[in-house]
């Protein structure tokens, strides 16, 4: 029997995966939660398998919270539900330990297949995502230090104390175009879109200290 435990701050969401759950016979629901703040202590207790999350509630810090959850004893297994597209939201909370990245429009029964994988100790990737991640050339299975060139991780920590790229240019002694190109570059690797992304994944990886 897979144990789910269901995060979400919506009853309706929440309800609706429980009916959902309740319908197979090797899964059922274990505990609910409608925030964050409190999900190690809560799934522990609850003996759960699996942990179906929303990462847009309360007590949520992106993938900083997945990663918490997963690197305790006895916590589960984690799929991210939510309203994100499966492009680069995804990168940072599959490096964080998430077993699976799931869109809320997806169908039913892809939901539990996630589940089911990930009680299994397997990741979930659906095809669109699987799409993204090759198009981009990112290998999740990279550990995040190993990632970016040191150049590049010199340019994300300008960045993360708000430097301009002219100010990192000086200071590394090179182009602002050059600099632009290792943003750039970096957000290909990362599959970010924006800097605040970059600095957020390299803030929850501890690129930055």
């Given at each position: 029997?897979?144990?789910?435990?269901?995060?979400?701050?919506h009853d309706?969401?929440?309800?609706?995966?429980?009916?959902?759950?309740d319908?197979?016979a090797?899964l059922?629901?274990?505990?609910?939660?409608?925030?964050a703040f409190s999900?190690?202590?809560?799934?522990?207790e609850?003996?759960?398998d699996v942990?179906?999350?929303?990462?847009?509630?309360?007590g949520?810090?992106g993938p900083?919270?997945?990663?918490?959850i997963?690197?305790?004893?006895?916590?589960p297994?984690?799929?991210?539900?939510t309203?994100y597209?499966?492009?680069?939201?995804?990168v940072?909370?599959?490096?964080?330990?998430?077993?699976a990245?799931?869109?809320?429009r997806?169908?039913?029964?892809?939901?539990?297949?996630?589940?089911?994988?990930?009680a299994?100790g397997r990741?979930?990737?659906?095809?669109?995502l699987?799409?993204?991640?090759?198009e981009?050339?990112?290998?999740?299975?990279?550990?995040?230090?190993?990632?970016?060139?040191?150049?590049?991780?010199?340019?994300?920590?300008?960045?993360?104390?708000?430097?301009?790229?002219?100010?990192?240019a000086?200071?590394?002694?090179?182009?602002?175009?050059?600099?632009?190109?290792f943003?750039?570059?970096?957000?290909?690797k990362l599959?970010?879109?924006?800097?605040?992304?970059?600095?957020?994944?390299?803030?929850?990886?501890?690129?930055?200290g």
């Amino acid at each position: 029997m897979i144990r789910v435990f269901i995060a979400d701050d919506h009853d309706i969401v929440r309800s609706g995966i429980k009916r959902l759950v309740d319908e197979f016979a090797d899964l059922t629901v274990c505990g609910e939660a409608d925030d964050a703040f409190s999900l190690s202590e809560l799934t522990r207790e609850a003996a759960a398998d699996v942990l179906v999350l929303d990462v847009n509630m309360p007590g949520v810090s992106g993938p900083g919270t997945v990663r918490e959850i997963v690197s305790l004893p006895g916590t589960p297994k984690v799929v991210v539900f939510t309203m994100y597209n499966e492009d680069s939201h995804a990168v940072g909370f599959l490096r964080a330990g998430a077993s699976a990245f799931i869109n809320k429009r997806r169908s039913s029964d892809e939901l539990i297949r996630a589940i089911r994988k990930a009680a299994e100790g397997r990741r979930y990737i659906t095809p669109e995502l699987a799409e993204f991640l090759f198009e981009n050339q990112i290998d999740i299975q990279k550990e995040p230090a190993r990632i970016l060139s040191d150049r590049e991780l010199q340019v994300v920590r300008g960045l993360a104390d708000g430097q301009s790229a002219t100010e990192i240019a000086s200071e590394l002694g090179v182009s602002v175009s050059t600099v632009n190109t290792f943003v750039q570059r970096t957000k290909e690797k990362l599959g970010a879109r924006t800097v605040v992304e970059i600095v957020q994944f390299a803030n929850d990886n501890g690129l930055l200290g």
